[in-house]
């Protein structure tokens, strides 16, 4: 059974532009969220998705966006993109929202330059 | 906020100890999850636990859900170079899920 799947692995961009980042979850879940890693805050919580509908979302400014399609695929999108924004960008996927388990990708590492 | 606290923040020891990390919440858990995640790869689930008082075992690794699951620990036994890491505790479900701990980053050395 594969893993859940995030691409691309690396990606540098340079301040102001866009970037989106994808993520397929493991066959058969239906949920998942997306996290931001950086050394001095650890893991955020950016948002969730299930069928298609954001359920959740953390505290991050509206420049960080997502959507999820019906095959349950996700993509996170970050606009004008800031020196702060270089992270490692993970997201997870679980069967539901009510899942107990929730089983991660190996992440996106984005530099903003 | 509600934030799961891990302890210690650091640790260095050599191979052969034993070692114990905690992580602690001012709220109950439904279920709670430890990962270990080492530099640039994603988290990777050791264990998931649900019930009060639960204790699990994963070769060396002893798992322990605490009776009023607002807390749970994890013990590293005879510690070994392949256990360095970053060791996650995260709440999974239930109220003000997706939390993750603050972090133990565990040094192994031979």
């Known amino acids: 059974k594969a893993g859940v799947t995030q691409t691309p692995r690396y990606l540098i961009k340079t301040r102001g532009q866009q970037v989106t980042l994808s993520c397929s979850p493991i066959?058969?879940?239906?949920?998942v969220s997306w996290y931001q890693q950086t050394p001095g805050q650890g893991l955020q919580f950016l948002f969730e998705y299930f069928s298609e509908t954001q359920r959740n979302k953390g505290n991050f400014p509206g420049r960080f966006s997502g959507r999820q399609f019906s095959n349950s695929r996700s993509e996170m999108n970050v606009s004008t993109l800031e020196l702060g924004d270089s992270a490692l960008y993970l997201c997870?996927?679980?069967?539901?929202?009510?899942?107990?388990?929730?089983?991660f990708g190996q992440g996106t590492r984005l530099t903003v330059v | 906020t509600q934030l799961l606290e891990q302890s210690p923040q650091f640790l260095s020891i050599q191979e052969g100890e034993n070692l114990t990390v905690y992580c602690n919440s001012s709220?109950?858990?439904?279920?709670l999850q430890w990962y270990r995640q080492e530099p640039g790869e994603g988290p990777v689930l050791l264990v998931t636990v649900v019930t009060g008082g639960e204790v699990k075992k994963l070769k060396r690794l002893t798992f322990q859900f605490g009776d009023a699951r607002k807390d749970s620990s994890l013990h590293i036994t005879a510690a070994q170079p392949g256990d360095t890491g970053l060791y996650l505790c995260f709440r999974a479900s239930g109220t003000y899920k997706y939390i993750f701990g603050t972090g133990t980053r565990l040094k192994v050395l031979a």
């Open positions: 066959s058969g879940h239906r949920s």
């Open positions: 709220s109950v858990f439904s279920s």
């Open positions: 997870a996927s679980s069967l539901d929202p009510t899942g107990l388990e929730a089983f």
